[in-house]
Each structure stands twice: as C-alpha cells, then as structure tokens.
C-alpha cells in the first residue's frame, strides 16, 4: 500500500466519523472529539474523487441541514484554501446552490454534479459533545460570536485577542467586534493592554452547564484541514518520483503549510541539521495526519 | 555545507529531475572545483559549483543572473539538502568578459542530468583559471593546491599564462605571475 493510499483511507475515516456524527446514514462510531462544519465540508470535497457516496450523503445532509453552515466564514476559509482545494469545493457549492438555492462561495460558473439525494440523513443530536459548535450556533446564532465561544472553551492560556483567534477563519475586525459585543454581555472580561484589548472568561462556568457536555478536544480545524489537504497533495504529487524529487516537493509544501503549521505549534521537517529523507518525511506526515485531527500535540521530525 | 563529489553529483540529478519534472531545461557551462571533483581531478570538498556560462540558442551567455527557473530549482534543492542557496552560481562568469581561451567549447566534458545539460571545463582550460585564480589568490590557496593536482606541463603552464595577461597586463599583476610560475615549475616566456 502506498502512503497516499494509507492517507486516503485515513482522511476518508475521518471524515465518516464526523459526517455520521453530525446525522449522515452510517454507522462509524461517534468520538467526543469537537467537529467544524465550514472545514468539513472543504476537506470532503478535496476527497470526492476517493469516495463519491461520502460526498453525496454529506450532500443530503447539507440539503438537510444547511442552516448550521456559515457561508461568510465558508467563503473566508476558502480564501486561504489551496488552488486544489478551492477548486475541489466549487462543484461541491453549486451542487449545493442547485440543491438548497442561495449564493454558494466558488459556486458560480461551477458545473454541478448531478446527485441524487438519499435523503437518509438526520437533524444532528445537539447533545452529542462533538456537536457543541453546532449547538453555540443554534444558541448565539450562525456568527463569529458562536464560533469564538467555541474557540476558547478550553483556551490553553489566561487571555486572549482578535490577533490569537484569526485561524477560525474571519476577519480581525469581525473578531474583535464580536468579543467587544461578549464583554458587553458579561460573558468575557477585557483589559487595554498597550494600544490592545486582551480578554478572558468571566462567566466561563455558567457558560459550560448551559452547554455540556464538552468534547474532550476542540482542535484547530481550519489549519488543520489545510495541512491534511496539503499532505494529500504532497502524496498524490510525489507518487511517481524519485526520494531525492520527493523531498524538495515536500519542503516547498512545508513552505506553503507555514503559517498554518506555526498555528498548531508543529515544526516542519527542514535540512538545516542533515538532509531530509523521504522515508521520514513520510512517517512524519503520517503521525501528524493521525495526532492533529485527535486535537493532540504534532510530531516532531525525527533526524535519525 | 560542503560537499564531496556523489553528494554533489546526488544534488545535480535532483535538480536535472526537478527541472524536466517542471517541463525545463538549462544547459550550463562549470569551470572550478566542483567542476574538477566531477571530473576526478580532485577530491577535496567543495562548497558551491562555478558557471562561467549558460548556453543559450547554442552560445555561451553570461551566467549573472541565472534563468529565474533554474535559480528557483537551485534554492529548492537547497532548501531539501542543506545545501547553501546559491551552491550553483555565476560566480566567474566575468572570465567571458574579456575571452574563454581558444576551443574551450571543443575540450569540454558534457553530463546529462535530466533536463540539466552540464558542461564541464576541460583540463587544459582548468589550469587557465587556476593558474590565473592562484596569481590572485596566493601560493597557498586552494587554487593553487588545484593546480598542483592537475599537474600541469611546463609547455600548458605557459601556455596559461599568456591567457592570463590578455585577462591583466598590469605589471603587479606580472610580477606575481612570474612568481606563480616559479613556483609550479613553468619559465616566464615573456
């Protein structure tokens, strides 16, 4: 089996998981693991040509459930989506506007597939923890505010501004109006910092018995899926070349990934210390595929 | 990073396969020591691979700047390898200012590495330029070690030094040649 096969049925798992959660017909069990529609849907897209039926039955829940998307923060994200990705999803979005009409970001001038629904698929069970960023939309929502409450619900430091939270996929700006608008509320404290406003948790407990239970994790998923994208590329380039070809393709992807890998606080492989092998390479794409999505520490390269 | 000569020739066929898998080809010209390492001269470790050229509709042009392309192939085999940036460069390409000695071009060894086309200097050529590089740089530098490798004839050794003074006629510059000669064995024709 090759490594992008490995990585295929890897993502394609995943990807089952969170669709099933959500109320896709399937029976991959659910994990209390957080899950980000806006990422999901682009990650399933990019995965379509591996697996049509996941694409269609994440299609009939859409069809379903559509009110749960957030179409500007689905445009933001596909802003800093790859070629490959942003092309991937534009089907997928004028299947959707031909499906549940409305404007639909990459739709236009994008040729539909021609689907035909199961219409097998369920509301999501709100109460299921991996759902709770759906849940906050259905309180607070379809908007930043939900989204943020969602980010800093297991914030790993004591405060936080506009600045920390740009990977959830919106402008600065609408960040830094919506927590303004959470500190009005009472919910978040914030103090001026230099010429910064700094938050934190005011009523973070009141807040959790509204909504429990939480999910164990609440990974970075906008970078992540970027990073497991860009992975997907890398494999599917790489299949055909030489180690030696390989291994510069991954390093121009790595400088691609930068910023996002920067987000999850993994270093990527780099030569400065002794020549990459493409074997490492490999393992180390193949570790971080496994631990990010699980909301865990990434892996470090391993010079041997 | 320095390299000695399979890393050297490890990083060229990367480049040559990063090169055709983008659809490109170059065609250069290497004088030097790496050029020397490539062909068995010498074994020491070399840092970089000197382009007196790039050749171009069959002419030899100047090496400074390199092709966009091939200067973007070169970083990012750099950056995969540890290589330095610039381990490919037109560092001598001002020797075609002022004239390559006479039939370079016959004398040249050519090697294939995917789409890169490389020319190597031939060693006639090769103690030109290091008699020329020693002159400058000293009895003690590297060139001057080069050199001895190539264990030139009296007859080659004078041979390079009439190239040289087309190159400077300045009577310092004279002055140390008579004394690089001296010291590899060669007799001032002059």
Known sequence: MSARHDLVEGLLDLLWRQWTTLGVAGVNGAEPIAIDLEALLILTAQLSRQDPRLRDEALD???KSHRFISKPRLKQLLKLTSDTGRVAFAPFAATLHHQVGGTWPTAENAERWKVSLSTKSRAPELEEPALINLKLRALFGVSARADIIAAILHWPAPDFGAADLVWIGYTKRNLADALDGLADAGLLASVRVGNRLRFSWRKRRPLIRLVEPLPTAIPRWP???????????????????????????AVRMFELLKEDLKALGVEPPSATKAPLKWQRVIEWVQANSWELPRGRQGVAYEVR | ???LAGALE???ETLGELLADRGEEAEVVAIGGGSLLLLGFIARPTKDLDLVAVVDEGKYVSAEPLPDFLSSAIRDVAAATGLREDWINGGPTKLLDLGLPKG???????????????HLAGRKDQVFFKLYASVDQGPDSKHAIDLRKLQPSSDELNAAAAWCRTHDSSEGFEQQLELA???FGGENER
């Open chain 2, 104 to 118: 370079f071009e016959s004398r040249t060894t050519t090697r294939h590495f995917g789409g890169l086309v490389l």
């Open chain 2, 10 to 12: 490890e990083a060229l």
């Open chain 1, 223 to 249: 970078p992540i899926a970027r990073v497991l994208g860009g992975f997907l590329e890398l494999l599917e380039r790489t299949e055909a070349k030489s180690d030696r070809a390989a291994v510069v393709e």
């Open chain 2, 181 to 183: 000669l001296r010291a």
């Open chain 2, 1 to 3: 990073m320095n390299f």
């Open chain 1, 61 to 63: 829940w859409c069809a």
